[in-house]
């Protein structure tokens, strides 16, 4: 997970490992105590382990999110988002050292649709077909991304689109990054390898939604807007 790259400061470099929520369950559950979320991950457990019969618990782990959500709040996220505010701000494409890390991918309405099939399997008996409490650790991904190579799709779209003079992407160390985008080499620069089995196996949950890349030109242009890069109807309209 990212925590274990954050640890050993290895920014911008693939690791092999991929965790999994159906044989590496046991794995999941016991991170270490240092890791992001773990003390949420420990209390949650402990809650349904406490309460037996009583209180049925889950973990929903996604990676990337992305995407449009249904509700009238906060329709951005973060990740690809930032990068590409990064990106547009620096006037030139970038990347975390050599780029090869990978996170997964997960739209925000394929995300909201597990939590869906939960929330509908906690009202039957028993809790349903779900597992739950210390067996109920559910990944929700869509496939992996490398975000040298999403650097390299924002970069060609933001110069294509005349936001930037060229397509290039430098190689930055994780500081430099930092300066740019907030979080930077935590959230762009280590990697987040899971699969998702459990929610598909015992729920029927798979992902339906567009990719992340797909989506790429519209964020670029959101984040161009947002920057002013991109005039509105009336600033048109007025010159």
């Known amino acids: ?10 920014y911008g470099i693939l690791t092999e490992h991929e ?55 906060n329709q951005r996220s973060v990740q690809a988002y930032n990068l590409s505010r990064g990106i547009l701000t620096r006037g030139r494409g970038f990347k975390i050292n050599e780029g090869e890390n990978i996170w997964h991918e997960i739209h925000i309405q394929d ?30 991904e869509n496939g992996p991304i490398v975000w040298g190579e ?5 970069a060609k779209i933001a110069a294509d689109k005349k936001f930037i003079p060229n397509a290039e992407v430098d190689s930055l160390p994780p500081g430099d990054a930092n300066e740019l985008v907030r979080g930077a080499a935590f959230l ?28 790429l030109p519209d964020i670029v242009e959101e984040e161009a807007k947002a920057l002013g890069m991109i005039k509105g109807d009336a600033e048109r309209v007025s010159g």
């Open 1 to 10: 997970m990212a925590s274990a790259d954050s640890e050993r400061k290895t």
């Open 19 to 73: 965790y999994d929520d159906w044989e590496g369950i046991s794995e999941m559950i016991n991170l270490p105590d240092s890791w992001e979320h773990r003390s949420v991950d420990k209390a949650v457990v402990s809650a349904g382990e406490t309460n037996p019969g009583k209180l049925f618990t889950a973990i929903v782990c996604p990676p990337c999110i992305y995407g449009p959500g249904r509700g009238p709040d």
């Open 111 to 140: 995300l909201s649709s597990l939590y869906l099939a939960l929330v509908t399997e906690s009202l039957q008996p028993g809790g349903g077909k779900a597992t739950w409490n210390s067996q109920g650790y559910y990944f929700a």
């Open 150 to 154: 999403i650097s390299k799709k924002i």
């Open 188 to 215: 762009l620069g280590t990697n987040a390898r899971c699969k998702a089995i459990r929610g598909n196996k015992l729920l029927g949950w798979t992902p339906k939604e567009k990719c992340l890349t797909d989506l």
